[in-house]
């Protein structure tokens, strides 16, 4: 049986909280890579930031439904949401708009499993972790290349 460190890439490309989204977004376009995991200065995942990601920072904002009743103001909607989405479309790093939850799977982890996660949650890659430390990315691609071998 295959395990996720059968097929991983280990040679990942990561980012940091610092990096500027205008480097991110060159990171996307040379590597063409759709996910990027973000990493901290001892190499532990700390998330991960995807092109939907930074294509965000282009939509329209949508401003909340208030209620104004007796000098109140009350919000129809998740006042948090709306300050979560003002930051990213106004972000400049990727610490401004990257997900902290991140699923990830372990090297041990039989391919099955890896393909069944990423079908019913429609992931295109996801981390491969040791503990907190990234050791490599498990994409698609890498689940396709197995049918061919």
Known sequence: MLKTRDIMTTDVVT????????????????????????V?????????VTESDLIEQDKSLHI???ISLFDWVIYLESEKKFEKEL????GQTVGDIY????????????VTEVADIMSSKKFHAMPVVDGKRLVGIVSRI???KTMVQ
């Open 15 to 38: 980012v940091r909280k610092e990096t500027s989204l205008r480097e991110l977004a060159g990171i996307f376009t040379a590597r063409r890579v759709g996910s990027v995991p973000v």
């Open 40 to 48: 901290d200065d001892g190499g532990n995942l700390i998330g991960i």
């Open 64 to 66: 909340p439904t208030v």
């Open 87 to 90: 930051q990213k479309m106004t």
């Open 99 to 110: 997900k902290e939850t991140v699923e990830t799977v372990t090297p041990d982890t039989p």
């Open 142 to 144: 890498d689940l396709i």
